[in-house]
């Protein structure tokens, strides 16, 4: 009666310690593939060295044509209110 009572009590404690390693498992392999598809999901946001480059040149760009703007219309003013004499 003892060795049964044994026998059911390590059943019951490995079946327990059995059951929650295939949930933590479980849980783990969850975990990672949420992470693999983050790492994917940043890897969308983030802008490329090429892109950058070329967003900075059209603002440059712009602003090239801005000034090139004020130096003539500077220019006018000055050749419009210069003094006559």
């Not at 479980?26 to 975990?31: G, Q, T, V």
């Not at 990672?32 to 967003?55: F, M, P």
Request: charged letters at 30%; zero cysteines.
């Amino acid at each position: 009666m003892d060795l049964t009572l044994w026998n059911t009590g390590l059943s019951l404690v490995v079946g327990i310690v059995s059951w929650v390693l295939k949930d933590k498992a479980a849980e783990l392999s969850r975990i990672s593939i949420l992470l693999n598809k983050t790492r994917e999901e940043i890897a969308k946001d983030y802008v490329t060295k090429t892109e950058v480059h070329v967003d900075i040149n059209r603002v440059m760009n712009r602003l090239e044509v801005l000034d090139a703007k004020l130096d003539r219309l500077i220019e006018n003013n000055r050749v419009k209110g210069a003094p006559n004499g």
